[in-house]
Structure formats: structure tokens, C-alpha cells
């Protein structure tokens, strides 16, 4: 099985870098392939360009194995939708079951994804707890009837189940990484070194010292 995870990566940091090696392990993926939007359909405009935060991604998984930068919707016109990248790799790319993973905070709007209802055609989902978000309940609008208990059900079928997963809790954001450089503060081992010297050296996310437009 190959496990998807998608995000803005607005920086990468090690709450999303802490699931990948956890997913990995405890879902016995033969990798996991982390895959940076180009334009999310759902929220703001990322703070800095999609070349940035793909090479961002790739300095924090230089020499880690299994842990694959996958630069598939950057690459790709258009707003990135998870539909086309879960079609794209299921009849293009891999042969292997997909899990999509995602945090609470993204399931939690799942059903505002375009075409929600196809995903679970193409992968199976896999739920990661997030400190200060609530476990969902089963509804019509989050594939209620999809969800099941135990892991080992999703190694019985290619796609199709909903599985919540509760990994080492790591109350880190991008949005709280952004605001402490916006305020020069110190975001040192939120994120690696080799991230934040890339930061630091391209000036991202810093406040505009003085408003620039006449
Ligand atoms: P932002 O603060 O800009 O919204 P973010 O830190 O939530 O960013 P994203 O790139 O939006 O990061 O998230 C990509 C995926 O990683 C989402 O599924 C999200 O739920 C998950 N994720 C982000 N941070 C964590 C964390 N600390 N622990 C577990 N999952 C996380």
C-alpha cells in the first residue's frame, strides 16, 4: 500500500513530518508520497510559491527513504484537486492500494471537496487525529457508512473504508510558524534547520517593513 498526503506545506514542519515516518511504519507502506497543491481550492493563496515549497519539502526529506516528494499537481494546470491526483496515480503511476491521509481539521470539510463522493473509488482514507480538533461522527456528508474499527480492514479491499488513527500529537501549525516569523521570533525545532536556513536566506514570511504601493 502507498500512502498519500497532500497539503499546502506553507512551511513543511514536523507535525506533518512526524506522520509521515508514523503512517509509514504502522500502515506497513511501501512509501508515502507527500504531494504539495499548487492551488487549493479551499483556502488562501499559499504565502510563497509552489517552486519554494516544493524545494522546502525536499530539503526535509533529503536521504529519508520511503518518503517521497511528489511534485504531480504542481506540475498540473489548474486548481489542485485530489480527485485528479487519485486518478492520476491509480491508472498512471502505481498498482498498489492508496491511502489517502489526511488531518481532522481537512476531513472536517470533506464534503466541500470537488467530487467528495469519487474518492473512496480510488483509495481508501485514513483520518489523523489533531490536537484541538474533535473526532468526527458519522454522517451522510463524511462516508459514515464507510468507516471501520480496525486497521487490518483496509488490507481486505484496494479502496472504499475510512479508518481514524491517532499518532503522537503535535500541536505545530504552518499558520503559527508563519505569524512567529512575521513577528521575528524564533521557530527553531518546529521545523528542520535545513527549512528554516532556507526561510531565512529567501526572507520568506516576513512582514512588508512599510507598505511599498504609493
Ligand atoms: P496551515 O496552518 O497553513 O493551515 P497546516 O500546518 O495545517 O497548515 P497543511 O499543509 O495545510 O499544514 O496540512 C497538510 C496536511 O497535514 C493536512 O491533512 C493536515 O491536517 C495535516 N497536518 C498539518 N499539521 C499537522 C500536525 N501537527 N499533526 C498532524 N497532521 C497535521
Not at 483556502?43 to 518518503?67: K, S
Not at 481532522?104 to 469519487?118: E, H, L, P, V
Amino acid at each position: 500500500m502507498i500512502g498519500i498526503y497532500g497539503g499546502t506545506f506553507d512551511p513543511v514542519h514536523y507535525g506533518h513530518l512526524r506522520t509521515a515516518v508514523e503512517i509509514k511504519a504502522l500502515f506497513k507502506l511501501s512509501e508515502v508520497r507527500l504531494i504539495p497543491c499548487a492551488r487549493p481550492p479551499h483556502r488562501d493563496a499559499p504565502m510563497t510559491d509552489a517552486e519554494q515549497r516544493l524545494t522546502m519539502l525536499h530539503l526535509a526529506l533529503d536521504g529519508q527513504p520511503g518518503l517521497i516528494v511528489d511534485d504531480c499537481e504542481i506540475r498540473r494546470k489548474g486548481p489542485s484537486y485530489t480527485i485528479d491526483t487519485l486518478v492520476h496515480l491509480k491508472t498512471l503511476v502505481v498498482s498498489e492500494a492508496l491511502i489517502l491521509f489526511m488531518g481532522t481539521d481537512a476531513f472536517a470539510g470533506i464534503d466541500k471537496w470537488y467530487q467528495w463522493q469519487r474518492l473512496l473509488d480510488y483509495a481508501h482514507i485514513v483520518v489523523i487525529t489533531r490536537p484541538g480538533y474533535q473526532m468526527p461522527r458519522p454522517t451522510q456528508e463524511n462516508f459514515g457508512a464507510h468507516w471501520v474499527s480496525e486497521r487490518a480492514q483496509l488490507e481486505t479491499d484496494q479502496a472504499g473504508k475510512v479508518y481514524f488513527q491517532t499518532l503522537t500529537q503535535l500541536d505545530i501549525s504552518a499558520t503559527a510558524i508563519r505569524t512567529l516569523l512575521q513577528q521575528g521570533q524564533d521557530a527553531r525545532f518546529l521545523l528542520p534547520d535545513k527549512v528554516l536556513n532556507f526561510i531565512q536566506q529567501h526572507h520568506l514570511y516576513q512582514a512588508t517593513p512599510f507598505n511599498l504601493e504609493k
